[in-house]
Protein backbone atom coordinates (compact mmCIF):
# COMPACT_ATOMS: atom_id res chain seq x y z
CA UNK A 1 0.00 0.00 0.00
CA UNK A 2 1.32 3.66 -0.88
CA UNK A 3 2.13 5.55 1.87
CA UNK A 4 2.47 9.53 2.09
CA UNK A 5 3.31 12.20 4.19
CA UNK A 6 1.76 15.52 4.80
CA UNK A 7 3.56 18.10 5.74
CA UNK A 8 2.71 21.90 6.79
CA UNK A 9 4.20 25.11 7.12
CA UNK A 10 3.64 26.35 10.59
CA UNK A 11 4.42 28.18 13.64
CA UNK A 12 4.74 31.58 11.47
CA UNK A 13 2.98 33.78 14.02
CA UNK A 14 4.62 36.69 15.97
CA UNK A 15 4.30 38.38 18.73
CA UNK A 16 0.87 40.31 18.36
CA UNK A 17 0.77 38.86 14.23
CA UNK A 18 -1.27 35.81 14.06
CA UNK A 19 -0.59 33.81 11.16
CA UNK A 20 -2.40 30.37 10.23
CA UNK A 21 -4.82 28.29 11.99
CA UNK A 22 -2.02 26.02 13.19
CA UNK A 23 -4.13 23.95 16.04
CA UNK A 24 -6.82 23.34 13.53
CA UNK A 25 -4.27 22.29 10.94
CA UNK A 26 -1.97 19.72 12.84
CA UNK A 27 -4.32 16.64 13.27
CA UNK A 28 -4.90 17.03 9.52
CA UNK A 29 -0.92 16.04 8.70
CA UNK A 30 1.80 14.38 10.09
CA UNK A 31 4.88 16.76 9.39
CA UNK A 32 5.07 19.84 10.98
CA UNK A 33 7.81 22.45 9.61
CA UNK A 34 8.09 25.17 12.10
CA UNK A 35 9.18 28.63 11.68
CA UNK A 36 12.82 29.25 13.71
CA UNK A 37 13.07 32.83 14.61
CA UNK A 38 14.32 34.21 10.76
CA UNK A 39 11.37 34.51 8.49
CA UNK A 40 8.65 34.20 11.23
CA UNK A 41 7.72 32.96 14.61
CA UNK A 42 8.95 34.33 18.12
CA UNK A 43 10.38 31.76 20.96
CA UNK A 44 6.51 31.66 22.33
CA UNK A 45 4.87 30.09 19.20
CA UNK A 46 8.10 28.23 18.38
CA UNK A 47 7.40 26.52 22.11
CA UNK A 48 3.26 26.41 22.02
CA UNK A 49 3.82 24.70 18.35
CA UNK A 50 6.35 22.18 18.93
CA UNK A 51 3.81 21.27 22.19
CA UNK A 52 0.89 20.63 20.09
CA UNK A 53 2.68 18.96 17.63
CA UNK A 54 3.49 16.43 20.35
CA UNK A 55 0.35 16.44 21.62
CA UNK A 56 -1.05 15.30 18.58
CA UNK A 57 1.71 12.90 17.25
CA UNK A 58 2.90 15.04 14.29
CA UNK A 59 6.46 14.72 13.53
CA UNK A 60 8.47 18.04 13.62
CA UNK A 61 10.91 19.80 11.21
CA UNK A 62 13.30 22.99 11.41
CA UNK A 63 11.43 25.65 8.75
CA UNK A 64 14.81 27.67 8.27
CA UNK A 65 14.55 30.74 5.89
CA UNK A 66 16.47 33.73 5.38
CA UNK A 67 16.43 36.89 7.99
CA UNK A 68 13.42 38.47 6.59
CA UNK A 69 10.54 39.29 8.96
CA UNK A 70 9.34 42.49 6.48
CA UNK A 71 9.39 39.99 3.32
CA UNK A 72 8.58 36.97 4.43
CA UNK A 73 11.47 35.12 3.88
CA UNK A 74 10.38 35.41 0.33
CA UNK A 75 12.81 38.09 -0.86
CA UNK A 76 15.97 36.62 -2.80
CA UNK A 77 18.79 37.61 -0.69
CA UNK A 78 22.84 37.18 -1.44
CA UNK A 79 24.91 35.46 1.27
CA UNK A 80 28.27 33.80 1.62
CA UNK A 81 27.71 30.58 1.82
CA UNK A 82 29.40 30.32 5.13
CA UNK A 83 26.71 32.25 6.52
CA UNK A 84 23.96 30.50 5.00
CA UNK A 85 25.08 27.91 6.92
CA UNK A 86 25.36 29.12 10.35
CA UNK A 87 21.71 30.52 9.83
CA UNK A 88 20.94 27.30 9.07
CA UNK A 89 22.70 25.62 12.06
CA UNK A 90 21.62 28.33 14.37
CA UNK A 91 17.60 27.61 13.33
CA UNK A 92 17.52 24.05 13.78
CA UNK A 93 19.48 24.29 16.74
CA UNK A 94 16.48 26.74 18.26
CA UNK A 95 13.96 24.95 17.43
CA UNK A 96 16.04 21.76 18.71
CA UNK A 97 16.02 23.37 21.78
CA UNK A 98 12.05 23.51 22.29
CA UNK A 99 12.05 19.33 20.86
CA UNK A 100 14.36 18.55 23.29
CA UNK A 101 12.42 20.17 26.42
CA UNK A 102 9.13 18.23 25.17
CA UNK A 103 11.06 15.03 24.71
CA UNK A 104 11.05 14.66 21.12
CA UNK A 105 13.58 14.50 18.27
CA UNK A 106 13.67 16.81 15.38
CA UNK A 107 12.37 14.73 12.00
CA UNK A 108 13.33 16.68 9.35
CA UNK A 109 14.54 20.17 8.03
CA UNK A 110 12.42 21.80 4.99
CA UNK A 111 14.56 25.66 4.03
CA UNK A 112 11.63 27.95 3.61
CA UNK A 113 10.34 30.52 0.97
CA UNK A 114 13.11 32.09 -1.37
CA UNK A 115 16.00 30.05 1.00
CA UNK A 116 14.03 27.30 -0.65
CA UNK A 117 14.05 28.34 -3.90
CA UNK A 118 17.16 29.68 -4.61
CA UNK A 119 18.90 26.44 -3.03
CA UNK A 120 16.23 24.29 -5.94
CA UNK A 121 18.73 25.38 -8.48
CA UNK A 122 21.82 26.43 -7.12
CA UNK A 123 24.87 24.39 -5.67
CA UNK A 124 26.49 26.56 -3.91
CA UNK A 125 23.39 27.49 -2.15
CA UNK A 126 22.10 24.10 -1.68
CA UNK A 127 25.57 22.71 -0.48
CA UNK A 128 25.51 25.47 2.38
CA UNK A 129 22.57 24.16 3.70
CA UNK A 130 23.46 20.89 3.59
CA UNK A 131 26.52 21.46 5.12
CA UNK A 132 24.56 23.22 8.39
CA UNK A 133 22.29 20.19 8.72
CA UNK A 134 25.04 17.96 8.83
CA UNK A 135 26.75 19.21 11.05
CA UNK A 136 23.76 19.30 13.55
CA UNK A 137 22.53 15.82 12.97
CA UNK A 138 23.10 14.03 10.06
CA UNK A 139 20.04 11.90 11.04
CA UNK A 140 18.19 14.79 9.88
CA UNK A 141 15.83 14.14 6.70
CA UNK A 142 16.14 17.13 3.98
CA UNK A 143 12.96 17.83 2.60
CA UNK A 144 12.50 18.71 -1.22
CA UNK A 145 11.36 18.64 -4.63
CA UNK A 146 12.90 15.15 -6.36
CA UNK A 147 15.49 16.07 -9.35
CA UNK A 148 16.46 19.25 -7.84
CA UNK A 149 20.05 20.53 -6.51
CA UNK A 150 18.92 20.64 -2.88
CA UNK A 151 18.10 16.65 -2.97
CA UNK A 152 21.58 16.27 -4.70
CA UNK A 153 23.43 18.29 -2.37
CA UNK A 154 21.47 16.25 0.57
CA UNK A 155 22.79 13.06 -0.98
CA UNK A 156 26.38 14.34 -1.23
CA UNK A 157 26.35 15.34 2.57
CA UNK A 158 24.82 11.96 3.78
CA UNK A 159 21.40 13.05 4.56
CA UNK A 160 18.59 10.81 4.36
CA UNK A 161 15.77 12.88 1.67
CA UNK A 162 12.32 12.98 1.38
CA UNK A 163 10.83 14.45 -2.62
CA UNK A 164 8.17 17.07 -1.97
CA UNK A 165 5.52 18.12 -3.95
CA UNK A 166 2.97 21.11 -3.59
CA UNK A 167 -0.61 20.59 -3.38
CA UNK A 168 -1.88 24.39 -4.25
CA UNK A 169 1.04 25.37 -6.58
CA UNK A 170 1.77 24.86 -10.60
CA UNK A 171 4.85 23.19 -12.05
CA UNK A 172 7.36 25.10 -14.76
CA UNK A 173 7.93 22.14 -17.25
CA UNK A 174 11.67 22.06 -14.85
CA UNK A 175 9.86 20.44 -12.29
CA UNK A 176 10.12 23.71 -10.03
CA UNK A 177 7.05 25.87 -8.75
CA UNK A 178 5.92 28.75 -10.72
CA UNK A 179 6.50 32.10 -8.99
CA UNK A 180 4.04 33.22 -6.68
CA UNK A 181 4.56 36.57 -8.85
CA UNK A 182 2.53 35.14 -12.41
CA UNK A 183 -0.78 34.40 -13.24
CA UNK A 184 -1.80 30.72 -12.41
CA UNK A 185 0.94 29.96 -9.81
CA UNK A 186 -1.43 28.81 -6.82
CA UNK A 187 -4.22 26.69 -7.64
CA UNK A 188 -7.60 27.66 -5.99
CA UNK A 189 -9.92 24.92 -7.19
CA UNK A 190 -9.85 22.17 -4.67
CA UNK A 191 -11.25 19.28 -6.59
CA UNK A 192 -8.13 19.78 -9.19
CA UNK A 193 -5.41 20.34 -6.57
CA UNK A 194 -6.90 17.06 -4.80
CA UNK A 195 -7.53 14.94 -7.98
CA UNK A 196 -3.36 16.20 -9.01
CA UNK A 197 -2.16 15.46 -5.60
CA UNK A 198 -3.18 11.51 -6.10
CA UNK A 199 -1.92 11.76 -9.84
CA UNK A 200 1.32 12.67 -8.52
CA UNK A 201 1.16 9.84 -5.60
CA UNK A 202 0.21 7.02 -7.71
CA UNK A 203 1.59 7.78 -11.34
CA UNK A 204 4.33 10.08 -10.28
CA UNK A 205 3.33 12.50 -13.27
CA UNK A 206 1.55 16.31 -13.02
CA UNK A 207 0.56 18.70 -15.47
CA UNK A 208 2.94 21.61 -15.50
CA UNK A 209 1.28 25.24 -16.22
CA UNK A 210 2.31 24.84 -20.19
CA UNK A 211 0.11 21.40 -20.52
CA UNK A 212 2.88 19.22 -20.49
CA UNK A 213 2.89 16.09 -18.15
CA UNK A 214 5.95 15.72 -16.35
CA UNK A 215 7.58 13.63 -14.04
CA UNK A 216 7.74 14.13 -10.51
CA UNK A 217 8.20 12.14 -6.85
CA UNK A 218 6.24 11.77 -4.15
CA UNK A 219 7.26 11.26 -0.18
CA UNK A 220 5.25 14.42 0.85
CA UNK A 221 2.50 16.60 -0.06
CA UNK A 222 2.82 20.32 1.56
CA UNK A 223 -0.44 22.06 2.09
CA UNK A 224 -0.36 25.35 3.30
CA UNK A 225 -2.16 26.42 6.48
CA UNK A 226 -2.11 30.12 5.88
CA UNK A 227 -5.28 30.65 3.65
CA UNK A 228 -8.88 31.48 5.14
CA UNK A 229 -9.75 27.88 3.44
CA UNK A 230 -6.74 25.85 4.75
CA UNK A 231 -8.45 23.86 7.21
CA UNK A 232 -11.43 22.79 5.39
CA UNK A 233 -8.75 21.61 2.34
CA UNK A 234 -6.74 19.73 4.93
CA UNK A 235 -9.62 18.14 6.11
CA UNK A 236 -10.73 16.96 2.29
CA UNK A 237 -7.65 15.86 1.25
CA UNK A 238 -7.08 14.16 4.58
CA UNK A 239 -10.12 12.19 3.57
CA UNK A 240 -9.59 12.05 0.10
CA UNK A 241 -6.46 9.90 0.25
CA UNK A 242 -7.74 7.84 2.60
CA UNK A 243 -10.63 7.22 0.10
CA UNK A 244 -7.94 6.59 -2.56
CA UNK A 245 -6.70 3.94 -0.30
CA UNK A 246 -3.36 5.91 0.05
CA UNK A 247 -1.64 5.09 3.55
CA UNK A 248 -1.26 8.72 5.50
CA UNK A 249 2.23 8.58 7.42
CA UNK A 250 5.69 10.30 9.18
CA UNK A 251 8.01 11.10 6.53
CA UNK A 252 10.66 9.30 8.34
CA UNK A 253 8.19 6.31 7.67
CA UNK A 254 7.41 6.93 4.01
CA UNK A 255 11.21 6.66 3.16
CA UNK A 256 11.98 3.69 5.14
CA UNK A 257 9.28 1.78 3.45
CA UNK A 258 10.66 3.28 0.39
CA UNK A 259 13.59 2.13 1.19
CA UNK A 260 12.83 -1.63 2.08
Do not use: W
Request: glycine share 8%; aromatic share 4%.
Amino acid sequence: MRAIDLNCDLGESFGNYKCGMDEEIIPCITSANVACGFHASDPLVMQNTVRIAKENQVHVGAHPGYQDLVGFGRRNMSLPAAEITAIVEYQIGALGAFCTANGISLQHVKPHGALYNMAVKDSAIAEAICEGIAAVDTHLILLGPAKSRLIAAAEKYGLPVAREVFADRAYEEDGSLVPRSRPGAMITDEDLAIARVIQMIEKGTVTAITGKEIEVEADSVCIHGDSPAALAFAQKIHAALLAEGITIAPMNEVISQAIH
